[in-house]
C-alpha cells in the first residue's frame, strides 16, 4: 500500500506542475503579444514562477519517499 501512495503523491505532484507551468508560460506569452515593451520584466516574473511551481514535485518525492520507507 506504501508504494501506491508514493506512485500517487509523485504523479499527481508532477501532473500539477505541468498544468502551473502550462499555465505560468501561456500567460505570459499572452501578455509578451500584448506588451512587448514588457518583454523583460514579464519573463523575469514568469521564472520565479516557475522556479516556485517546480518546488511542488520535489515535496511530492519527498512525501513518497516518507510514505515508501514509513
Known amino acids: ?3 501506491l501512495a508514493a506512485a500517487v503523491a509523485v504523479g499527481l505532484g508532477a501532473i500539477g506542475a505541468g ?3 502550462g499555465l505560468i508560460i ?3 506569452v499572452e501578455g509578451i503579444a500584448r506588451q512587448p ?3 523583460g520584466k514579464l ?3 514568469m521564472f520565479i514562477g516557475v522556479g516556485i511551481v ?4 520535489i515535496i511530492a ?3 513518497g519517499f516518507l510514505a ?3
Do not use: H, K
Open 19 to 21: 498544468v502551473g507551468n
Open 43 to 45: 519573463q523575469t516574473t
Open 54 to 57: 517546480e518546488v511542488v514535485p
Open 26 to 28: 501561456g500567460r505570459t
Open 68 to 70: 515508501y520507507f514509513s
Open 37 to 39: 515593451e514588457l518583454q
Open 61 to 63: 518525492v519527498v512525501i
Open 1 to 3: 500500500m506504501s508504494i
